[in-house]
């Protein structure tokens, strides 16, 4: 059964500092991965998707990469700001289903 | 303005009753799906549909039943079976019926039982 674990929990960081947040993930044989943001009390906004055949993709200030083999995807925000606090979550496809992890709950502070 | 609508946004429920949650989509995506959040969990998967007239169980099916008779339109019906229906509920929906495409959220409803 795929499991999907994100670290850390929670991180609160200065602004203008770049970040790396971490997703792992059990079964390596996925279609994708998918990256979302969350704003307290709404919807999931899409981030960045990888393809199961990519090694990372890029939009703006973020950059996600993908190991399938290790079972690892990072999401990278470059020059944090203070309307990038929100909770991240990571989920992968391998059944033409996600399977979401906790999330990263990130503050960033003026 | 194309994209996914969920109605209510905020939905109170008594003891014993059923409900139903909308969600609509005007992307002429084919898939739906919705979820379930908890506080500090993750979003669990209650039911998902690749195609008109057809639907299949996730992983927290009991207690919920959808109906899928128009390709924009995915409710959700939580019935009194459901014994802690507290949550947030998340609609979501992709285009076509494979996994390589992302999948797109609608902005949820909070369903509270009094």
């Known amino acids: 059964k795929q499991e999907v674990t994100q670290i850390p929990a929670a991180l609160s960081v200065p602004e203008g500092e770049n970040l790396v947040l971490n997703c792992s993930f059990t079964d390596s044989a996925i279609y994708n991965l998918q990256w979302f943001r969350q704003d307290p009390g709404k919807g999931l906004t899409s981030l960045l998707l990888i393809q199961s055949s990519q090694r990372e993709q890029t939009s703006g200030r973020l950059n996600a990469s993908l190991d399938k083999s290790s079972g690892r995807s990072t999401l990278y925000i470059a020059a944090s700001q203070p309307g990038d606090s929100a909770t991240y979550l990571c989920?992968?496809?391998?059944?033409?289903?996600?399977?979401f992890g906790t999330g990263t709950r990130l503050q960033v502070f003026p | 303005d194309g994209g996914i609508t969920q109605s209510p946004k905020y939905l109170f429920r008594k003891e014993g009753q059923n409900v139903t949650l909308s969600c609509e989509q005007n992307l002429n995506h084919d898939a739906m799906y919705w979820y379930r959040q908890d506080p500090g969990q993750g979003l669990r998967l209650i039911y998902y549909?690749?195609?008109?007239?057809?639907?299949q169980k996730g992983d927290i099916a009991e207690g919920y039943s959808v109906s899928r008779e128009k390709k924009e339109s995915f409710p959700l019906t939580v019935t009194s079976a459901q014994k802690n229906p507290t949550a947030f509920y998340l609609c979501?929906?992709?285009?076509?019926?494979?996994?390589?495409?992302?999948?797109?959220f609608g902005p949820g409803t909070r369903l509270t039982v009094l």
């Open positions: 979501a929906s992709r285009p076509g019926q494979t996994s390589y495409n992302e999948q797109f």
């Open positions: 549909s690749q195609i008109v007239n057809d639907f």
């Open positions: 989920a992968v496809d391998n059944t033409d289903k996600l399977i």
